[in-house]
């Protein structure tokens, strides 16, 4: 069976902080996928990063970046200098050959000016 | 130039009706989904679809029923529904079944 843990239901950060969003995941598989998306108060969900079980190399857009490590089942999820647009719900989410997401319980990030 | 549709965005209904939301996607994909988030904002899979063919089929009432006239449409039909199915409805689809997930924009449902 598949479990994503998000264990920060909420976090409060002011504005040019940074916070990281952590994701711990469960699998027997060893071939899956990690992700994560991004909810905003419009409510549409944005896919943001996806990573395989093989790929450990730590990825880095922008102000975004995030660590997988294999040997603690984590893939954390950093916003370096946040903004008030990264306001949202952020999902890790977990695919490990039974062809659908597993996804955690969300993190709200809320970035005050 | 939507990636994936869905109509309508927002849908309130009697309980005991019957109604439908419809899913469509022009990225091509092979497989599409319906996902379920509740109010406490947990997303669980509902039904997946690869080729027009059920491939997921999670345990969800049979008063749900997914159709998949064609590949780029996936539609969810609702019976007899019910003050618990209120909750914002996603349709996403995949070019297979382990690629990246492009969600719709959601259809939030509110039974009265």
């Known amino acids: 069976a598949q479990k994503v843990t998000q264990a920060q239901t909420e976090i409060s950060v002011v504005e040019k902080e940074d916070v990281t969003l952590d994701c711990v995941y469960e699998?027997?598989?060893?071939?899956?996928?990690l992700f994560w998306y991004k909810q905003p108060p419009s409510g549409e969900l944005v896919f943001l990063i996806r990573?395989?079980?093989?790929?450990?190399q730590n990825e880095i857009s922008g102000r975004y970046s995030w660590n997988f490590q294999k040997s603690t089942s984590s893939f954390n999820f950093t916003i370096t200098a946040s903004q008030v647009v990264d306001s949202a719900v952020y999902f890790c989410?977990?695919?490990?050959?039974?062809?659908?997401?597993?996804f955690g319980k969300g993190t709200k990030l809320s970035v005050i000016p | 130039d939507t990636a994936v549709s869905q109509t309508p965005k927002y849908l309130v209904t009697q309980m005991g009706n019957d109604k439908s939301i419809k899913c469509e996607q022009n990225?091509?994909?092979?497989?599409m989904y319906w996902y379920k988030q509740d109010s406490k904002k947990f997303l669980k899979i509902m039904f997946s679809y690869n080729n027009k063919e059920l491939i997921i089929n999670e345990t969800v009432p049979n008063r749900f029923s997914p159709k998949s006239p064609d590949k780029a449409h996936l539609n969810l039909h609702i019976n007899s529904l019910e003050l618990g199915d209120s909750a914002v409805y996603f349709c996403a689809s995949s070019q297979d079944t382990a690629d990246t997930q492009y969600f719709g924009p959601g259809t939030r449902l509110t039974v009265l």
């Open positions: 990225l091509g994909h092979d497989t």
């Open positions: 699998t027997r598989d060893t071939t899956y996928y």
């Open positions: 989410a977990l695919e490990a050959g039974s062809y659908q997401l597993t």
């Open positions: 990573r395989n079980s093989f790929d450990e």
